[in-house]
């Protein structure tokens, strides 16, 4: 079966998992009482969201997990196991945010794992990929150069490099899941760059499993749209996170991470500067409230306006990323 059939099939049954599952979820979470709380330093408007289901994000893991074993494992049944070990690695981020969400939910508070134990585990986890990684011979310390052939060998700094790395972009994408539709709306175009760059290295089974999350987002976004009849949780937004970074480990594309995932980088810088300019300044405010999509909320742009603009400068974002590393 060719790659394009195998890509096409993952994202079908992908979409097709989750639009059908979600419907039948959301009542249950909403049942079990798994439902959001909200930050009390957030905008007062979202207390309407208060109670709304969280942990959706488990539908779009379990899509991605059975479209993956269907049309992904050619090269792994060859001994090639970077899909698994992308698979896995992102699940298991995933569960780190499952756990943040399950004690927020049954302590009936917004913060579940303390950060340190949030820290600590997604360092450890980039860090047994990244090892498992370079022993395996899958990747090395030279890094790609955009519109040339060229690397960059970092030697001994490429691992600490890109772990923190990993961790940085995986938190970038939680951070970014704040408002109705963003975080689906914004990985959606970064993930397609990443597959687009994984065809054009005839990387078919990484593509194929990278369209697996990206049919479950789409699947997703239409009841995450506003108004959200469901939150994706840390669950799935330290999930997507994962399927993105690591990818872009595996195929040497980390700059093409960064370039694509603009946004998310935003959302996190954002935060960075907001913390550091408060402390500075003696508390004073760069921005109304970070991260950056609640100060253009408090600058009265609607929801839906944010989505669709930070989505779009995603896009050519993801469209240059593509041109220079991919083609």
Not at 193 to 216: E, H, P, R, V, Y
Not at 251 to 269: C, P, T
Request: aromatic share 14%; glycine share 8%; with cysteine.
């Amino acid at each position: 079966m060719s790659g394009m059939l195998l890509v096409m099939f993952a994202l079908l049954l992908s979409f097709g998992i989750t639009v059908i599952l979600l419907p039948l979820v959301i009542p249950m979470l909403r049942k079990l009482k798994f439902g959001q709380t909200i930050l009390e330093e957030g905008p007062k408007w979202h207390e309407k969201k208060k109670g709304t289901p969280t942990m959706g994000g488990i539908v779009f893991i379990l899509a991605y997990v059975v479209a993956t074993l269907c049309f992904a494992m050619n090269e792994t049944i060859n001994g090639d196991y970077r899909v698994v070990a992308v698979m896995v690695g992102a699940v298991c981020f995933g569960a780190i945010g499952f756990a943040d969400d399950f004690i927020k939910i049954f302590k009936k508070r917004n913060q579940g794992l303390t950060v340190l134990q949030k820290f600590l585990l997604q360092f450890l986890f980039a860090a047994a990929f990244v090892v498992y990684m370079s022993v395996s011979g899958y990747t090395s310390t030279e890094i790609s150069l955009p519109f040339t052939q060229a690397t960059w060998d970092l030697g001994f700094f490429y691992y600490p490099i890109t772990i923190i790395a990993i961790v940085f972009i995986n938190n970038s994408f939680n951070i970014a899941d704040g408002i109705d539709g963003l975080l689906a709306a914004e990985s959606i175009p970064a993930l397609t760059a990443m597959t687009l760059c994984a065809l054009s290295f005839a990387a078919d089974d990484m593509a194929t499993m990278l369209t697996a999350a990206i049919g479950g987002t789409l699947a997703f976004l239409i009841f995450n749209m506003n108004p959200a009849r469901v939150f994706m949780g840390d669950t799935g937004s330290l999930f997507l996170g994962a399927v993105f970074v690591l990818s872009g480990v595996t195929l040497n594309l980390m700059m093409l991470v960064f370039l694509a995932g603009i946004m998310m980088v935003f959302e996190s810088v954002s935060v960075l500067l907001q913390v550091g300019y408060y402390k500075i300044s003696h508390g004073k405010r760069l921005f109304k409230m970070s991260p950056i999509h609640h100060h253009f909320e408090l600058c009265g742009w609607k929801e839906n306006k944010i989505v669709v603009v930070f989505t779009v400068i995603t896009f050519f974002a993801s469209l240059l990323a593509f041109l220079m590393f991919g083609t």
